[in-house]
């Protein structure tokens, strides 16, 4: 069983960065891919940034290349999203989600077996 926690979410204004943070516990963490997803209000839940089991590839969502990056740290168990000149469109709650079952990145939710409760964030214009 793997249990996944987020944190590092808030209120920030338009131009603003935030980090977030996923802690997982359970499973061997440096053989499974993590993602992150997001879901605005009254939208479904969409795809943000992926990477393997070693970090080494990574996938992002058109509309936050170049703006955030994902990275994670196996001796933390800890993944990580970091967010950088954010827009009021970026607000949504965030997860954090495992696929123990491949050390690939995935972009479909589907994919994925482990998720966290999920972060707000709030851009401000």
């Known amino acids: 069983q793997v249990q996944l926690v987020e944190s590092g979410g808030g209120l920030v204004q338009a131009g603003g960065s935030l980090r977030l943070s996923c802690a997982a516990s359970?499973?061997?963490?440096?053989?499974?891919?993590m993602g992150w997803f997001r879901q605005a209000s009254g939208k479904e839940r969409e795809f943000v940034a992926a990477l393997s089991g070693n970090g080494a590839t990574k996938y992002f969502a058109e509309f936050v290349k170049g703006r955030f990056t994902i990275s994670r740290d196996n001796a933390k168990n800890s993944v990580y999203l970091q967010m950088n000149s954010l827009k009021p469109e970026d607000t949504a709650v965030y997860y954090c989600?495992?696929?123990?079952?491949?050390?690939?990145?995935?972009?479909?939710?589907?994919?994925?077996?482990?998720w966290g409760q999920g972060t707000q964030v709030t851009v401000s214009s």
């Open positions: 989600a495992g696929d123990v079952r491949s050390a690939y990145p995935h972009e479909t939710d589907s994919e994925y077996d482990y």
């Open positions: 359970g499973g061997t963490f440096s053989s499974y891919a």
